[in-house]
């Protein structure tokens, strides 16, 4: 039963008692009507208690309801609250639910009117802010941490209402703002930043220690000369890339939200792909394999962004294959079941190298992942290509999916909506 149920059921008993007292006292006399009239008077002060005390914070609720008025319509506390996004919650000076909207509900299933707030969440920095708040008047914020759900930020702002002059305020509004996401964008912020300046201080270390070495006690060894200023120029150019990918991720997130609208020959586009990683794959022995579309295969999209994603995943294939082993790239048209977008553009590209083990899949196109660093590194990769894959693809509306048996090659396959 709620409170609010039993005030009333005690306030109906209290009636009830009253009635049955007064109909005793017409026959009775003598000391057991004297009895009668105290008796019935000490329920009628207890009913009256109960009504005053009822009445104020009903009272109390609705002058706080009243917010103002608009044509011949009074806004309401309901109104307003109806119309936050956010949980929000009014306490009277004892800490005291007046009004909460239905987000509040949501997320404090204890919520009532007339319960102290110590009942509904004894969070103690929530507590403390509201004592607070009520005592000096102040804005006070809480950190709330909500019951099973670990990854949640809840932040709870405490702010006074109805303070004059040095008066303490008469109540507090809580509201409380989620920001878990906004938490774990900053987060991968600052670790993509960490990553980044790792990254460039590793090649950056190593050229200042040749610097240093070819001003100090290599100065006139020319063999020494030769093979450190070769040594530099790599490193250079590593970051270089680095920064050519880092700009280029940049750029794509930037377009997040612009949906490509050209149109792209995928034949065509793989065939260029192919024609700028002919001599690594040469370097490499690796053969390359296409089986193209048997008709134009026209994608939707920006060719400069396309030929970015097919340039990795071919690079990859490559370079994370076997040596002297071979790429199979084939190009093909498949109905995706969708009204929207009803035919896909499907290109796959399959390695026979030593694959990818499962537990990497999920993680490849986090920014910097690598199956192995050191190796990616070794062989001028910058851990970002896939990140830029994944973007790319998000822009384009299309999807990106991986298959891989470890000791037998490794297929990625990219799917576009494409144009009939
Ligand atoms: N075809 C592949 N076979 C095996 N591993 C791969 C393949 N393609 C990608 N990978 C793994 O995924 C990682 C991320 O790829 P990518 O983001 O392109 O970075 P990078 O090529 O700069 O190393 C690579 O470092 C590699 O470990
Ligand atoms: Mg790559």
Redesign the pocket.
């Known amino acids: 039963m709620t409170r609010d149920n039993a005030r009333l059921g005690l306030a109906a008993l209290c009636a009830v008692a009253v009635l049955m007292l007064a109909v005793l006292s017409v026959w009775a006399s003598g000391p057991l009507r004297d009895g009668i009239f105290f008796a019935c008077g000490l329920f009628a002060a207890g009913a009256a208690l109960f009504a005053w005390s009822r009445g104020t914070l009903d009272q109390k609720a609705s002058d706080m309801t009243r917010i103002g008025s608009a044509s011949d319509k009074t806004l309401t506390w309901m109104d307003l609250a109806a119309a936050m996004p956010d949980p929000a919650i009014v306490l009277d000076e004892a800490s005291v639910i007046l009004n909460y909207n239905s987000a509040a509900r949501a997320l404090f299933e204890r919520l009532r009117q007339g319960v102290p707030l110590e009942h509904v969440n004894r969070d103690p920095e929530l507590i403390a802010a509201v004592s607070g708040t009520l005592r000096n008047g102040e804005k006070n914020t809480a950190r709330l941490v909500p019951r099973g759900s670990a990854g949640q930020r809840l932040i709870a702002t405490v702010a006074p209402l109805g303070i004059t002059g040095e008066h303490p305020p008469i109540a507090a509004l809580i509201t409380i703002h989620d920001e878990s996401e906004q938490h774990r964008l900053l987060e991968m912020r600052t670790d993509f930043i960490a990553n980044a300046s790792h990254e460039l201080r590793t090649p950056l270390a190593s050229v200042r220690g040749f610097i240093e070495t070819l001003q100090g006690p290599a100065r006139n060894d020319e063999k020494a000369r030769e093979r450190f200023l070769a040594i530099m120029a790599d490193q250079a150019e590593r970051m270089t890339r680095l920064i050519d990918d880092l700009l280029l991720l940049s750029r794509v997130e930037e377009k997040a939200n612009l949906k490509p609208t050209g149109r792209v020959d995928l034949n065509d586009l793989i065939e260029d792909v192919l024609r700028s990683l002919q001599p690594f794959a040469e370097e490499r022995s690796v053969a390359i394999d296409v089986e193209p579309a048997s008709d134009p295969l026209m994608a939707m999209g920006d060719r400069d962004e396309l030929f970015q994603v097919f340039h990795?995943l071919v690079?990859?294939?490559v370079?994370?294959?076997r040596d002297g082993g071979y790429v199979k790239i084939s190009l093909t048209k498949k109905a995706s079941g969708r009204e929207r977008f009803p035919t896909l553009a499907v290109v796959s590209i399959s390695?026979n190298?030593?694959?990818?083990a499962p537990e990497?899949l999920p993680r490849?196109?986090e920014r910097f992942?690598?199956?192995?660093a050191e190796?990616?590194r070794n062989i001028g990769?910058?851990?970002?290509?896939?990140?830029i894959v994944k973007h790319v693809l998000n822009r384009h509306q299309g999807e990106l999916s991986v298959q891989?048996v470890v000791g037998q090659g490794?297929t990625?396959k990219v799917a576009l909506p494409a144009y009939k």
Do not use: Q, W
């Open positions: 990795n690079e990859n294939a370079k994370y294959g390695d190298g030593p694959g990818i990497h490849l196109t992942y690598r199956v192995s190796h990616s990769g910058t851990g970002l290509g896939l990140a891989s490794t990625f």
